[in-house]
């Protein structure tokens, strides 16, 4: 299986090649795809009247495979398609389908309906006739389903190409599309699933490098730990000490053994566990025992804030890079980082770092920005990209709206100094905080406030351990 790999059209080609290279035929492949699809809707609709729309490629193929197969479970199913078959296994699929085919412009609807149009072979906008048909049976049917992407969407970056209706069920085949995680085409069901069609997706396929983020495993601390060993972090505060406190929290509930605050003496309202020091004190900032720096939550955009940062990084631990930090460090910083850091910019940070890779997808700008500043990147947004210089990414898609308030994003970053404090990875820490932070945010429920994620964190570890 696929094991979360997010591939792009040629990647998922070069997959399907590679199956086909060790002697299973293509037509093969098709039917199991369509049988695996067939089974879903067989899940779902039950005997409901089915209509498959098929196209001319390999989408269409599947779908005379959904027909055949949904036919031999008994369900009263037609067919229509908008052109002949044009592919070898299409054809000998809609020979094995063996019923009718009726015109797509003239057939009537059906309580369920199929789109196997078109899938990652699309290169262009659907006709505006067969959009608008596509369309109107959609919106004429009580479940929609889309065979492995909407017909009208860019596999490889989300684009909405031509108008597609509002699907039920999004089935992608084999492995996970880009266009299954990315803005808007993901906005375009009500719920995904990827189905096995026995492509094997290990590390050794290009493409393999981005996957969909999934729940880390976690282990609980040693035997033998005592706090430095578990990671000492140091959170840097300034100007919103409040924010500050909010990451150090964060820190020391992601596992951190130790967790202090510099510079922030005045805040009464940080739990006892967190030890505030003077940033006046020597070694606040160069301890040797600090496994991690956070600096840029609530830290200002003065000359003193930018002062913190200088010292910070002139530190050369590894580090977690936030907010205002990120403001300070402007564009062509990346020298001065430490070989260990992680940034994590929103959309508006990012594009002040990084002008010129205001463009494209969220994976692909990602991956250029952490290929260019050695750092790890959490692009972090609606969908968040965690890329890593060499190459790697995963794509969190699955967060929830209500993080969309003030402070959550210093939970993060405090998550991910704890993390990158405990583990010394600093992609694994970035992935480990991105899902700990959206699993706090699942358990905190509706209309949370970011103090109330910390609560959230212990048991989201829980689940991972
Ligand atoms: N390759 C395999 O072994 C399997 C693929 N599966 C399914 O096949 C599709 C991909 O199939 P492919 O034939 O490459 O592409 P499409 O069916 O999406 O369509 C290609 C066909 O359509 C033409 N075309 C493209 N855009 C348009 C347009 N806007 N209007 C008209 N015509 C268009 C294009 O030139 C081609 O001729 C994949 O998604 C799976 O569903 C099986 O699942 C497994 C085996
Ligand atoms: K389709």
């Keep these: 299986m696929s094991g979360g790999a997010i591939l792009t059209a040629a990647e998922m080609r070069a997959a399907e090649q590679a199956l086909f290279a060790t002697g299973i035929p293509e037509y093969d492949v098709m039917v199991r795809a369509g049988r695996a699809v067939a089974e879903m809707v067989w899940r779902v609709g ?112 989300g684009a909405i190409l031509s108008p597609v209706p509002h699907y039920h069920l999004c089935l992608s085949l084999g492995a996970w599309k880009r266009a299954h995680m990315l803005r808007p085409a993901a906005l375009c069901w009500d719920q995904m699933a990827c189905l096995d069609i026995g492509l094997d997706i290990g590390m050794a396929t290009p493409g393999a490098a981005v996957r969909r983020l999934e729940k880390p495993r976690l282990s609980a601390p040693a035997d033998d730990a005592h706090k430095y060993r578990r990671g000492l972090v140091a959170v840097v505060a300034g100007a919103m000490a409040g924010a500050a406190a909010l990451s150090a929290e964060a820190a020391a509930r992601a596992g951190a053994g130790y967790v202090r605050l510099v510079g922030a003496q005045a805040i009464v309202d940080a739990p006892h566990a967190i030890v505030r020091v003077s940033s006046r004190d020597e070694d606040a900032l160069t301890d040797p025992r600090i496994a991690a720096l956070l600096v840029g939550p609530g830290l200002g955009r003065t000359e003193a804030a930018a002062q913190k940062l200088r010292a910070a990084l002139e530190a050369g631990q590894a580090m977690a890079v936030d907010a205002d930090a990120l403001w300070h460090l402007g564009e062509g910083a990346w020298p001065a980082l430490p070989p260990r850091a992680i940034l994590t910019p929103h959309e508006g940070e990012f594009v002040r770092l990084f002008p010129d890779l205001a463009e494209g997808t969220p994976i692909d ?100 351990l």
């Design 46 to 157: 039950a005997k409901r009247d089915v209509l498959v729309l098929c196209g001319p490629g390999n989408n269409g193929g599947d779908g005379y495979v959904i027909a055949r197969r949904l036919r031999e479970h008994g369900v009263p199913v037609r067919v229509a398609a908008m052109a002949d078959p044009a592919t070898e296994s299409a054809k000998r699929a809609r020979d094995d389908w063996g019923g009718p085919v009726e015109d797509i412009m003239a057939c009537a609807p059906a309580h369920q309906l199929v789109d196997a149009l078109f899938g990652t072979g699309l290169t262009r906008e659907l006709d505006a006739s067969l959009a608008g048909r596509l369309c109107d049976l959609a919106k004429q049917a009580n479940h929609v389903y889309a065979v492995d992407l909407p017909s009208g969407i860019a596999t490889d970056d």
């Design 365 to 464: 700008r990602a991956l250029a920005a952490a290929a260019r500043s050695g750092a790890v990147v959490v692009l972090k947004g609606p969908v968040s990209v965690i890329a890593a210089p060499d190459g790697r990414a995963a794509i969190a898609d699955r967060a929830p709206s209500w993080l969309s308030t003030a402070g959550t994003g210093d939970v993060l970053a405090g998550l991910c100094a704890g993390r990158l404090a405990v583990t010394g990875d600093p992609f694994g820490a970035a992935c480990e905080a991105v899902w700990l932070h959206g699993e706090a945010a699942r358990r905190a429920g509706p209309a949370f406030i970011a103090d109330d994620l910390l609560h959230g964190i212990g048991s989201a570890i829980k689940a991972c």
